[in-house]
């Protein structure tokens, strides 16, 4: 799976929210201010060529939907990260953000504990 440009990702968090939009649409939930609407399409059309969107018509225009889920992308850049950065460990990715975010103890248990309930 490819990585995502910021703008990409912008357009993809929208479609995984609405589940289903034409460009007019996702343009509505974009924040200010809002990209031009040929700047909006030719992202989408990436998108397709990446296989991250596909469409349907839906009578003169197209309706288009996501291919690849928020977690299955998630989880493929979450390992690029850990990979990238931190060797492939995970744990040395925690360590990190437990020293730089000054997490508490009580953090961590709460962490601990719904990763358990997970299991």
């Known amino acids: 799976m490819k990585a995502l440009t910021k703008a990409e990702e912008e357009i993809m968090q929208v ?19 809002k990209p031009a609407y040929n700047t909006v399409s ?17 009578g003169k ?4 939907f ?4 928020k977690q ?4 493929q850049s ?8 931190f060797q492939g460990s995970f744990k040395s990715l925690v360590s990190f953000f437990v020293k730089e975010n000054d997490i508490s103890l009580k953090d961590m248990e709460a962490v601990l504990k719904d ?3 997970n299991d």
């Open 15 to 33: 479609l995984w929210k609405l589940e289903q939009a034409n460009v007019k649409h996702i343009i509505e939930e974009l924040p200010e201010p």
């Open 78 to 85: 979450l390992n690029a990260l850990v990979n990238n950065y």
């Open 42 to 58: 030719t992202i989408v059309r990436i998108l397709e060529s990446k296989g991250f969107v596909d469409y349907e018509k839906q």
């Open 61 to 64: 225009g197209h309706v288009y």
């Open 66 to 69: 996501p291919k690849v889920t």
């Open 115 to 117: 990763i358990q309930k």
């Open 72 to 75: 299955d992308y998630s989880n």
